[in-house]
């Protein structure tokens, strides 16, 4: 850690008199100077609590048939206060209030694990090819390319046909393509970090290239891995609900943001437009925030790009 | 320029071989026989139809014959579930509708993305240029199957303007939605692109300088600043083509188009995993045409790369 300190400390002149500021104090005093990415983590933060402890407050399970309310949806399956059902119920009949709660428990769920994938696979892989260089970084990159030139949707579709539809496999999906991105990144990041005089003195005192990598490396590689990290978790929600969306991905009686839109849109027709709202309400809403989170965090961190 | 198109051929191929290899052996590991059904199939029935669709023979012998197949005669074989079908009659009859409405929104996301964001970058901080910001900053979390229900919402049940599903051969009035549908979230991104690309440009050396000596400011963007500009653009039409592509399954089964992407889940979901394979090979080979296409094009805009 620091290393960072030093390195960056004579970046800005005006810190090196009285208490330096680290760059992480940098970092979050810029961050919460950008109003819409505190409003976005806020957002986020309710929406986790949502998914967390949202189910305590309906007497509803997501899979419980009201049988009270069955032939009668779009005239009395509303959103109401009176029978509990707060955001009114699917056209079986089940509360769609337990049911987004499932689901933005699955969204998210899949969200952060993609971007953990990817922040542990691709960061190793990027900055291993980018710090050994040569043949091995050729031979490594020209193998991500590859990954990226073909359809990922399609094969994915194909593994979930063939070794059967459940979450774990859309997990092991998502993870196979998620650190492509990140490891290009790292890559970038690591080429210029491999030049600098502090990993050129752990060179010439002998430090094993492992060693450099695990403590040279990566720990200058967070900041850009933190920011694309956050951008890459509302894509694999995307990705995600894409699969659900075309009843490939989670399956019943789990559900996902993807699947709940499409079974709203499915039912577009026969007049319970609350099907459709709220699950679309969640997935737009969650989506734009971490967007703005990932922007706010780019700023914070990323100093450069400003 | 030719020997590094062919340079690239060399990389397009394997990959291609490569991707037609991997979803075939993919589906030699699917568990069960297409034909094992729950009554369950007599001995004798199953080693007929084995014979019959070739699954008797070694598997490196039916890899090289699949392979072969495709290579050379754009054969796919036949569907496991419709016997009256083969994956290549599926494919011409779905195609053709999936690459109208495909094309068209290709063109809608890079003409309108373009100019949005040219426009944004031109009057860079005004109104024009918030709106566009808006638009692209909204658009982004409105992938097509959100989009999708929302304009059926809009203009189908509401406003009745416009069919909410069907092709009837193509009419314009069914093509529209799907078209805005599929466009919107990489229009965004391309007017997205535009904007930062353009206004770097702008403030480049070489603008100012034409500035300067008093050109016009339409000459100025269009002699001095587009062409650069476009660099991010041309590299980012790749990634955008493979989206699209995947958007279209959605766009094939919410708007019932009966494009290629509906055969693709119903095989999906019906386990008839000749048309999968099938589908993912064609669109396979799509992308990384499309990919070389782009390379080639970034090679011939940017001087800076050489070849």
Same mark, same amino acid.
Request: no cysteine.
């Given at each position: ?75 009395? #399956? ?5 029978? =509990? ?7 079986? #009949? ?6 987004? /709660?499932? &689901? ?25 090819? &980018? ?10 990159? =020209?193998? /991500? ?26 997990? /092991? ?13 790292? =890559? ?26 695990? =403590? ?30 075309? #009843? ?45 989170? &990932?922007? #706010? ?10 | ?47 007929? @139809? ?75 901080? *005004? ?14 979390? @409105? ?39 599929? *466009?919107?979230?990489?229009?965004? *991104? ?11 440009? @702008? ?52 708007? *019932? ?51």
């Amino acid at each position: 850690m620091s290393d960072i300190t030093t390195a960056e400390t004579h970046l800005d002149p005006g810190l090196t008199e009285g208490k330096g500021r680290s760059l992480w104090a940098d970092a979050r005093r810029r961050f919460f100077r950008n109003k819409a990415a505190v409003a976005s983590l806020a957002v986020l933060a309710l929406v986790m609590l949502f998914a967390v402890f949202g189910q305590l407050l309906t007497p509803w399970s997501n899979e419980e048939i009201d049988w009270n309310l069955l032939g009668m949806i779009p005239q009395e #399956g509303g959103p109401s206060l009176e029978n =509990r059902h707060f955001f009114g119920v699917d056209e079986t #009949g089940r509360d769609l209030y337990a049911r987004v /709660v499932q &689901g933005t428990r699955i969204s998210l769920a899949v969200g952060i694990v993609g971007a953990l994938i990817s922040v542990i696979v691709g960061t190793t892989y990027g900055a291993v090819a &980018g710090y050994v260089g040569g043949k091995t970084d050729n031979a490594m990159m =020209r193998f /991500v390319d590859l990954m990226m030139s073909i359809p990922y949707m399609f094969v994915l579709i194909l593994l979930l046909v063939i070794f059967s539809r459940s979450i774990v496999m859309l997990f /092991v999906g998502i993870g196979m393509i998620s650190w492509l991105d990140m490891a290009r990144i790292a =890559r970038g990041q690591t080429l210029s970090i491999k030049n600098t005089e502090y990993v050129e003195a752990a060179q010439a005192i002998g430090v094993s290239t492992p060693t450099i990598i695990r =403590r040279h490396i990566v720990p200058n590689l967070i900041g850009v891995v933190i920011v694309y990290a956050t951008l890459l978790v509302p894509q694999m929600i995307i990705f995600e609900s894409f699969i659900s969306f075309l #009843g490939l991905g989670v399956q019943e009686p789990s559900t996902s943001w993807g699947a709940l839109i499409n079974q709203g849109a499915a039912n577009l027709r026969n007049g319970t437009p609350w099907m459709l709202g709220f699950p679309l309400a969640f997935f737009v809403v969650s989506l734009f925030a971490l967007f703005f989170l &990932g922007d #706010g965090l780019r700023d914070a961190l990323d100093p450069k790009d400003r | 320029m030719l020997t590094y198109i062919a340079r690239r051929l060399l990389v397009a191929i394997p990959t291609l071989l490569a991707l037609i290899v991997v979803s075939f052996l993919l589906m030699e590991f699917a568990p069960g026989s297409p034909f094992a059904t729950e009554r369950g199939v007599p001995a004798e029935v199953l080693a007929n @139809l084995e014979r019959e669709y070739g699954l008797d023979r070694s598997l490196i012998e039916r890899m090289g014959i699949y392979v072969w197949n495709v290579v050379t005669q754009f054969d796919f074989g036949p569907s496991f579930v419709f016997t009256d079908r083969s994956v290549n009659e599926l494919i011409a009859q779905g195609f053709p509708v999936t690459l109208t409405y495909g094309v068209w929104s290709f063109i809608v996301a890079v003409l309108v993305g373009v100019t949005l964001g040219a426009f944004a970058a031109i009057k860079h901080n *005004s109104a024009l240029d918030y709106a566009a910001v808006g638009i692209t900053v909204g658009a982004q979390v @409105l992938p097509n199957f959100v989009m999708a229900p929302i304009l059926v919402l809009i203009f189908t049940l509401w406003l009745g303007w416009l069919p909410g599903g069907g092709w009837q051969g193509g009419q314009i009035e069914y093509v529209i939605l799907p078209v805005i549908a599929l *466009s919107t979230s990489y229009m965004a *991104s391309i007017a997205r692109i535009t904007r930062s690309s353009m206004l770097e440009t @702008l403030n480049a050396g070489y603008v100012r300088t034409a500035r300067a000596k008093g050109l016009p400011m339409r000459r100025v963007i269009f002699r001095h600043a587009l062409k650069p500009a476009m660099l991010p653009v041309v590299s980012y039409l790749g990634p955008a083509f493979v989206g699209m592509i995947t958007g279209s399954v959605v766009i094939d089964v919410f708007f *019932s188009t009966g494009g290629i992407g509906q055969f693709f889940v119903n095989s999906a979901l019906a386990r008839d995993y000749s048309v999968i394979l099938g589908i993912t090979i064609l669109f396979g080979a799509l992308t990384i045409f499309f990919n070389l296409l782009v390379d080639v094009a970034y090679a011939w805009i940017d001087p800076k790369i050489r070849y």
